[in-house]
């Protein structure tokens, strides 16, 4: 039987002080949503699992209502326990960081997950922004690095570093951060492409501030810098019975996967398929972006097959609507999904775009049912 919340805020307006502004809470409705207890809240605080969501993309949305939304994603995703939300960054899209302002203002213990791209700003500026925000706001943030990006945004910046050079440079770039935000000392360094010389950072960061760090393990190079930073490696996942174990590994593991899941299995596809139907335009582009791209996370996905039967479904990605493998079914099989992944030592999942609150507290009841096999 399900209970009902009475007290859940469907978010409406914003205060008219603009941009960054914290939302005017005179202007809400009251929303009847499942009530589902503590949503992942006791997933990421007791467990060591990180549950993160996505923030919507600028491109989807005019800018007349794209500021409200971000409110509203990320208040459901600190409502249904998220610790943090995603954040993109290319060259099409509104500044990460001011979008981890609007969210930071708008929450209260909700993680900004910016994309950090080394060709949009030096180690410095990055490590300040971190610095600054903690100062302002007393919270953490995690940093996504990202190596590269869509092949035009690169040539934009006149950047032909090749695949593996550009990871051993996010490498260089993210230890000078990770050396900045510690604050013991003045830095100094020297690389191959950064050099600083007693370069210290002011406002110092608070130690339990320091931001989780995550780089793509897809690609060998990205593996290796992952585990020189000692940062989180985030995988496009293969399905459950063909992803290898990392459990023994000497770094945390994550994987980016969308979810669709409801009571039963004829439920969740029909969900599934009306969000994503095939499109043919869709399949055109995703077909460039693989030729063009020179992304191993992305040719490795393309080359997977689905199989019938199985809640393991690549349609989205192949449409061009988004850059994840999804999992559809009943709450139980996909938290029997989900607890495989766990298993297998993945502690960090970064969920697809959430299109309404309504579908976080389904994936919410998947992630409860998972711990409870997962985790004795």
């Known amino acids: 039987m399900v209970n009902w919340h009475p007290f859940c805020w469907k978010v409406i307006g914003v205060t008219p002080g603009g941009l960054g502004a914290r939302t005017d809470f005179s202007s809400v409705e009251v929303l009847a949503l499942p009530e589902h207890g503590d949503g992942m809240k006791t997933v990421t605080n007791d467990n060591g699992i990180e549950v993160f969501s996505t923030c919507p993309l600028s491109t989807d949305r005019d800018s007349d209502t794209y500021l409200q939304k971000v409110v509203n994603v990320a208040r459901w995703s600190e409502e249904a326990g998220c610790r943090g939300i995603l ?20 929450t209260d213990a909700l993680c900004p997950l910016p994309a ?33 990006g869509f092949a035009n945004d690169l040539r934009a910046f006149n950047d032909s570093t090749p695949h593996d050079k550009r990871y051993a440079r996010l490498a260089e770039y993210t230890a000078i951060i990770k050396e900045l ?10 690389g191959e492409f950064y050099a600083v010389d007693k ?18 393990g897809s690609s060998e190079a990205g593996l290796a810098a992952a585990k020189a930073l000692g940062a989180t490696a985030v995988k496009y996942p293969k399905p459950r019975g063909e992803e290898a174990s990392v459990s023994e590994d000497c770094i945390d593991y994550g994987i980016r996967v969308g ?20 499109d043919h335009k869709g399949q055109l582009m995703h077909a460039l972006a693989v030729k063009t791209s020179d992304s191993v996370w992305h040719k490795q996905l393309a080359s997977l097959e689905e199989e019938k039967g199985r809640p ?14 999804y999992l559809v079914g009943s709450y139980e099989r996909i938290a029997d999904e989900i607890a495989g992944y766990i298993a297998a030592g993945y502690k960090t999942f970064l969920l697809d775009i959430p ?22």
């Open 87 to 106: 954040i993109y960054a290319d060259n099409s899209l509104v500044d990460p960081w001011m979008v981890s302002q609007i969210i930071l203002e708008n």
């Open 312 to 325: 393991y479904w690549l349609v989205p990605f192949h449409n061009y609507k988004t850059f994840c493998p």
């Open 355 to 376: 299109p309404s609150q309504e579908e976080l507290f389904h994936i919410s009841r998947v992630f409860r049912q998972a711990f409870r096999a997962a985790i004795p």
């Open 259 to 278: 979810i669709i899941s409801r009571e039963s299995e004829e439920e969740a596809w029909a969900v599934a398929h009306a969000r994503f139907p095939e």
């Open 199 to 216: 370069l210290r950072l002011t406002p110092p960061l608070p130690r339990r501030l320091f931001p989780g760090i995550f780089i793509s």
């Open 116 to 148: 950090v791209q080394p060709v949009y700003m030096h180690p410095y500026t990055v490590a300040k922004a971190v610095s600054t925000l903690a100062y302002l706001y007393g919270r953490r943030i995690y940093l996504n690095m990202i190596a590269g």
């Open 181 to 190: 935000l510690s604050g013991e000392s003045p830095v100094t360094f020297n």
